[in-house]
């Protein structure tokens, strides 16, 4: 296989790029190193490229892999042929190479095996022959009594089954009913029970083309299914099948027309339909699986990048309702300062008492912010803190945060290590908190899995979401640099180069020697080699270094060429620290930019990226996206009216819209056809986790606790009303 033309093609990239990047690939450099570091070898592909680039070369190996082996297993049974040779080159799919291999793969006993054991495979290939022999007459030349062929008719039949069997076995009429049933097949579903539809009313006579059928509803319905709740079939009207099969198989003015038109029944019916059916299930639930996995991708990036609050008091509040609300209060570097437990939710409702201790916490220690969580007793949460919040002297703000995993954490190892003489809730209480304070930070000690920013992600092939979602984890951490002498095992971990058992080590050496001096430092960290070294250093930032670059994206490997831009420009380091670098890029466009990186010895995408991160050290990308949404007060669901307009938090992106949080406990559906006026595939396109949005309301159940919002309904004239009422 040409795997490099191949790549070529379907990324757009010139040959020598794919060869560089197959190269870096193969060397192990990891995603993030290359997506940064080696912009001129790769064109300046993004990680998101060079994921997909990654794992379609891994495809293209294992399908050409595969087609070696299928090809030396039919040459071993000396039935290789040129025909054959040509299809396996052509395959372009897994699925095509098992098809032509098929035939020749060993079988469980069959009709088909028993007859051609009898040996009745000349009568077979006289049928395919069509040469206008008496069947009959011949087929009685094959009657043994030792072969247990006992009449003219019994052999007949068994050359039927034969020849049932090789078009069953035939490649191209497999692949040809695929794509038959594919764009002509519809999907359809039924009640088991006629008395429980459970949550699938909408799917108790549900029909829909095959192609057409969308994502999500794929999932629901093979969720349905699992439960027993759903029947569901594939059909394809019986003619058009047949047709296909009698094109090859039938020749014009066949004597044995009928005859094989009943073959051709027998093969569509037992053999055919029931296993392409199943391949086409399938296909279905693979492509929705890469699509949900593709929605937790998407919406997990932008979680992971919310700014942190940073300079600030957080408390953390986990809402209960029997066992209380569990309190825990962190100060601006996430240490723990005091804990509680207060009970103004039901059974107990012991609000005056619950506020005088809230107050007292606040006031202690200076307060903030408080960081609710979203799970159970919210609603009654909120209510109670946006009430206690009018009552304090002291400004207060509040956010809701989503507490997805955070269960899963508390009752982690890794919760009980940092956390021993806490119970699971405070510990709740702890991750709810910090989770407002440096999200990124929390959110990479869950299992990505756990973190709610998706649909049926139980349901979901657990390998490969995992392998997606630590990709974005890895790619969100690396984006933003690692403080080496803050970082947790587990962000470390993260870093391009590491694993867990070198972050431990760095952890280690920090608690044994103090503070990492310098990047440099890090070789001495025992099991961190060179290669090591080369993909992590440039992600990590060492602020006490007397080198300022190490407290930069600049990669070591940089650091001569850096000198070199500075000195060009009669300039020095301490220019850095002075923050003495702006007129930087309009004198690099003035002297050429090309002409100055080739001077100092790197490709214009390094020297960019130098440029940029000479002009703000140690920054942190975060800070340059919209701040958390801060409230104060809080609106309830009764409270809603058709027509309102409202400010909201896009807090999940699906395939059918986004969910809006606009703080009355229950996120709205903005439906796809109610985001934008202009045509959209997905709203992926238009929006995405975090975004501030302001919405109509144009739907309110308050019994199915359902609220319909629309983006594109809100007109000029309510738009620049709502602006001004909040200036």
Known sequence: MEIEK???????????????IIMLIDEGCTIPFIARYRKELTGSCDDQVLRAFADRLTYLRNLAKRKDEVSSLIAEQG???????????????????????????????????????????????????????????????????????????????????????MISDDATIRKDLRQLIWNKGEIKTKLADPENSGNYDMYADYHSLIKKTPHHRVLAINRGETEK?????????????????????????????????????????????????????NELTDNAN???????????????????????????????????????????????LDTAVIYPTPPQSKIEESEIKLAQLIMKHNVDVISIGNG???????????????????????????????????????????????????????????????????????????????????????????????????????????????????????????????????????????????????????????????????????????????????????????????MYFNMTEEDIKNENLALLPKLVEKAGIDKVAETIGVGVPTLQDIIKELLKPGRDIREELP????????LDMKDLKVGMVLPGVVRNVVDFGVFVDISVHQDGLVHISEISNDYIKHPSEVLKVGDRVVVKVIEVNVDKKRIGLTIKGVTAPELAEYNQNNA
Do not use: W
């Not at 790549?7 to 060869?19: A, K, M, R, Y």
């Not at 990048?305 to 209960?320: F, H, R, S, T, Y």
């Open 6 to 20: 191949i790549l070529s093609q379907e990324f757009s990239l010139t040959p020598n790029h794919t060869h560089n």
């Open 79 to 165: 039935k290789m042929t040129p025909e054959i040779t040509l299809a396996l080159q052509n395959a372009l799919t897994l699925t095509e190479v098992e098809d032509i291999y098929r035939p020749f793969r060993p079988k469980r006993k069959t009709r088909a095996s028993v007859a051609i054991a009898k040996g009745l495979q000349p009568l077979a290939d006289e049928i395919i022959k069509q040469s206008g022999k008496d069947l009959l007459s011949y087929a009685a030349t094959f009657i043994s009594e030792e072969k247990e062929v006992h009449t003219a008719e019994e052999a007949l039949q068994g050359a039927k089954d034969i020849v049932a069997e």
């Open 229 to 281: 709740i759903l029947k569901v079939s594939i059909e394809i009207e019986e003619k058009q099948a047949l047709e296909v099969i009698a094109k090859k198989y039938i020749k014009k003015h066949s004597p044995y027309q009928e005859l094989l038109e009943e073959i051709i029944l027998d093969a569509y019916k037992r053999l055919l339909f029931d296993s392409i059916e199943r391949e086409i299930r």
């Open 290 to 336: 890469e699509q949900a996995i593709k929605m937790f991708e998407l919406n997990l990036k932008p979680l992971l990048m919310q700014p942190p609050l940073k300079g600030k008091v957080i408390l953390g509040l986990d809402p209960a309702y029997r066992t209380g609300c569990k309190i825990a209060v962190i100060d601006s570097n996430s240490n723990v």
């Open 376 to 566: 159970t007793a919210t609603k009654e949460s909120e209510i109670f803190v946006a009430n206690l919040i009018k009552k304090l002297k002291r400004k207060v703000q509040y956010a809701v945060v989503n507490e997805a995993g955070a269960s899963v954490y508390s009752a982690s190892k890794l919760g009980a290590q940092e956390f021993p003489d806490f119970d699971v809730a405070l510990r709740s209480a702890v991750s709810i908190a910090r989770r407002l304070q440096d999200p990124m930070a929390e959110l990479i000690k869950i299992d990505v899995k756990s973190i709610g920013v998706g649909q049926y992600q139980h349901d979901m092939p657990q390998a490969r979401l995992t392998q997606v979602l630590e990709g974005v984890v890895e790619d969100c951490v690396n984006k933003v640099g690692v403080d080496v002498n803050t970082a947790s095992p587990s962000l470390l971990g993260y870093v391009a180069g590491l694993n867990a058992g070198v972050a431990k080590n760095i952890v280690k050496y920090r608690e044994e020697n103090g503070k990492f001096s310098s990047r440099a430092e890090l070789k001495k960290v025992p099991k961190l080699g060179d290669k090591a070294f080369e993909q992590c250093a440039g992600f990590i930032r060492v602020p006490e270094s007397k080198q300022i670059l190490d407290n930069t994206g600049v990669h070591p490997e940089s650091y001569e060429a850096t000198k070199r831009l500075l």
């Open 627 to 634: 701040k958390p949404q801060l409230k104060s007060e809080l």
